[in-house]
């Protein structure tokens, strides 16, 4: 009888999860969108139906869900142990028996970004991380705790950045910027006073910050001073994350996968941080990442169907 196993991986934030399922030789058989799947930011009846959704998914597949022998969930909301405990809690009142790996997003990233668990990956998003795992299973990571305290690099210290030049150039501090004019249209204010306003407004959430990055960006192409100055501070921090990670995995010389949406689109904080690495660790492989979180997850999930370990 053919092998009706199969491993799934799940692709987890705060707004929607990507589900991804494969055979054990490789094969993808499901990839479906859903819902949120973080409980730190998404109401509990709302994961709670993104899990059924994935499951109702699964069970579609032949074997039913009874044949997924492994699950990886990623997700920044796993490193609190109530969310942790609840997500399985969930996932098991939803008929799932097999085999469950619950982990962070940093990790399935990272195995979807280099086809395997090994090596090391920079994410610039709407936050920043660099997380790596040698081949005997020892993790660093550096970053990664959230906008109120770090994040340094991302889309979210951009838009936070764009603005803080605004307000410089406007009473003095700073060098006039096209920054002013382009901030203020996006927001629809007409002053410094509607942009303090917006910054300040509870319902104003981190993503909407991040959202300002490509004004940056069309800034920094016109030869904007302040913008020049905002993108060679977001490359710094950005190399500067990479530098513990590598050293304390002994991979100067390995190879980082530089992934997130502030890396793939922002083509002066991509080339500014890949030039900073390359003069501070010549040896270091810069690779383009070649899946995504999900079926990175999934790539994990089908280790434990493997005799023959992925990463060697």
């Known amino acids: 009888m053919p092998d009706m196993r199969y491993a799934a991986g799940m692709d987890g934030g705060g707004t929607k999860t990507v589900l991804e399922a494969r055979a054990p030789d490789g094969r993808v058989l499901l990839r479906e969108r859903f819902g949120p799947l973080n409980l730190n930011s998404a109401a509990a009846q709302a994961v ?27 997700s920044a909301g796993v490193s609190n142990p109530q969310a942790r405990a609840l997500l399985e809690q969930m996932l098991r009142r939803c008929g799932y028996r097999g085999a469950l790996l619950l982990t962070g997003d940093q990790e399935t990233a990272l195995a979807g970004a280099l086809g395997a668990p090994c090596g090391m990956v920079l994410i610039a998003g709407t936050g920043s991380i660099c997380f790596g795992r040698d081949a005997a299973g020892k993790t660093a990571r550096s970053g990664g705790y959230g906008h109120k305290i770090d994040d340094e690099g991302s889309g979210y210290a951009l838009g936070r950045d764009a603005l803080a030049a605004v307000v410089r150039a406007q009473d003095g501090r700073g060098p006039r910027t096209l920054l002013t004019d382009l901030v203020f249209a996006q927001l629809k204010v007409v002053d410094v006073g509607g942009l303090v306003q917006f910054t300040y407004d509870p319902q104003t959430d981190k993503k909407q910050i ?67 690495l390359r003069m501070r660790f010549p040896g270091m492989r810069l690779a383009e990442p070649k899946s995504d979180a999900a079926a990175g997850a999934a790539l994990l999930a089908l280790e434990t169907l493997n005799t023959e370990k992925v990463c060697k």
């Open 210 to 276: 991040a959202a300002l990055a490509p004004l940056v960006a069309r800034a920094y192409e016109a030869g904007d001073e302040a913008a020049k100055t905002v993108v060679e501070k977001a490359c710094r921090e950005l190399a500067l994350l990479v530098e513990p990670v590598a050293r304390a995995l002994h991979m100067e010389d390995g190879v980082l996968a530089l992934t997130g949406s502030i890396l793939l689109r922002d083509k002066a904080v991509r080339e500014g941080t890949a030039a900073l």
């Open 48 to 74: 709670r139906e993104t899990m059924q959704g994935c499951t109702d998914a699964l069970a579609r597949l032949p074997g039913g869900l009874e044949a997924c022998a492994a699950l990886c969930v990623g």
